[in-house]
């Protein structure tokens, strides 16, 4: 229970941690996916949704088979705003490391709230590195929701959250093709 009044007209902002979520839906299985747009109708209802955002990062230079910027196309054809910050680091161990992608939805997120161009954000990630950008856009006034597939969701992050939800505990998870190359819908 919250102390917050659900109010159907609220305006909403949507904050997708892509890779986050990507690699949470892996844990799930690899015949499991993740529909996003879905997923955003249902966190959203029937408030008013005035953004939504996919935060990710891609190389400079693809690689050959690489799907990421048919992936971000994609996600810009069904209305979401695809931010992809270029910097990404190559381990030695052949690990890929994003740079700035978290830095830049807490950025967003708390510039869109200080404009008071939303009531409330919708943080799709249950990475503790946001706690505090969403404890800052909570003091300017404002209501965040945070959801995430359970098995990866800080203790932290569902603190901080004025509502939480658990993905993989919604009715929007499909069953995909051994064939099909993402664990997101897109």
């Known amino acids: 229970m919250t102390l917050f009044t659900e109010n159907s007209y609220s305006r909403v902002m949507v904050f997708i941690d892509y890779r986050n979520i ?12 993740l529909d996003l747009y879905r997923l955003t109708q249902i966190l959203v209802g029937s408030r008013d949704l005035v953004g939504a955002y996919v935060f990710d990062a891609r190389k400079r230079i693809p690689d050959k088979g690489d799907t990421t910027l048919a992936t971000h196309d994609r996600l810009r054809d069904q209305g979401f705003r ?86 993989d505990k919604m009715p929007i998870m499909s069953m995909s093709s051994p064939n099909d190359d993402m664990g997101v819908d897109y």
Do not use: W
Not at 135 to 158: H, L
């Open 82 to 167: 695809v931010i992809a910050r270029e910097s990404i680091v190559f381990r030695t161990e052949g690990q890929i490391e994003q740079k700035e992608v978290d830095v830049s939805l807490a950025c967003e997120m708390l510039e869109h709230a200080l404009l008071n161009h939303y009531d409330v954000a919708i943080v799709v990630s249950g990475d503790r590195d946001f706690v505090p950008a969403i404890q800052r856009v909570q003091a300017a006034g404002k209501r965040v929701e945070v959801a995430a597939i359970e098995s990866v969701y800080n203790d932290e992050c569902k603190r901080a959250a004025d509502v939480y939800y658990l993905i």
């Open 22 to 33: 990507y690699e949470s839906v892996k844990f799930l299985g690899d015949d499991v996916r």
